[in-house]
């Protein structure tokens, strides 16, 4: 794979500039892997996606790919339907049309069920057409993943809210946050009383990633214990239940 910084940039230490990480993010893409080159990029995707216009070479499919992923890391979901477009136009590919669903749900498009449904036509084994529900029925699946919690962790959570949204806040991705976070915590720890506290889950991002009821349920449940993870200031993993 052919880089635009010597290795010993990558391996000293030293963090790569912007600019250097946009060189590998690009071959990247080209390479077939364009999810990768986004966490190669890692941060600062809107000056990365300014960037990428100013590079040598070709304006090829993996330029276009990279584009979406950048403008939909930046919070412009104009601009990265309009790129992703670009680049199946170019050649079609499942991780392309499965981030333009993703990005015509944040666009409210009808067609975004025709993405999903490209993308898991060309990789069963990976995509699928995402299992939509009411919003009730999702507050159902919410509570009922918070009655599992046992009751001795419940009494510490007297002052948090389960907060259900069908998206992350658009500023807060164009200030970093992840336009695919499935469920955010707010707040302080169960050791620091009196602070108000959230726990969001982001109802179409669950949707997004599950193919029936079973594992839409599954999904809820373990975003919560993730959350609840960040309460009492544990991972999911250490949590005794």
Not at 89 to 102: K, M, P, V, Y
Not at 119 to 144: I, M, N
Not at 206 to 228: F, P, S
């Amino acid at each position: 794979m052919r880089c635009g910084m010597p290795l010993s940039g990558w391996f000293s230490g030293r963090r790569p500039s912007l600019r250097d990480r946009l060189v590998k993010a690009l071959q990247q893409a080209r390479d077939g892997d364009p999810d990768g080159a986004i966490e190669t990029i890692a941060e600062r995707f809107p000056d990365a996606l300014s960037a990428l216009t100013s590079l040598p070479g070709p304006v090829d499919v993996g330029r276009w790919r990279l584009a979406a992923r950048l403008a939909f890391r930046a919070g412009d979901m104009t601009a990265a339907a309009d790129f992703a477009a670009r680049a199946l136009e170019r050649e079609e590919d499942a991780s392309t049309w499965n981030l333009l669903g993703r990005i015509r749900v944040w666009l409210k498009r009808a067609d975004a069920a025709a993405g999903f449904a490209r993308a898991a036509a060309l990789e069963p084994d990976t995509y699928v057409v995402p299992f939509r529900v009411k919003p009730d029925r999702f507050a159902r699946l919410a509570e009922a993943a918070l009655a599992e919690v046992p009751d001795s962790f419940q009494s510490q959570m007297l002052n948090t809210m389960i907060v259900v949204d069908d998206l992350p806040d658009l500023d807060a991705v164009r200030a970093g946050e992840d336009p695919d976070l499935l469920g955010l915590y707010e707040g302080g720890t169960a050791l620091e009383h009196g602070l108000p506290e959230r726990i969001v889950l982001y109802q179409r991002n669950h949707e997004n990633i599950v193919a029936d009821a079973g594992e839409l349920e599954q999904e809820v449940r373990e975003t919560l214990r993730h959350e609840i993870g960040h309460h009492f200031g544990m991972g999911e993993d250490d949590l005794p239940y």
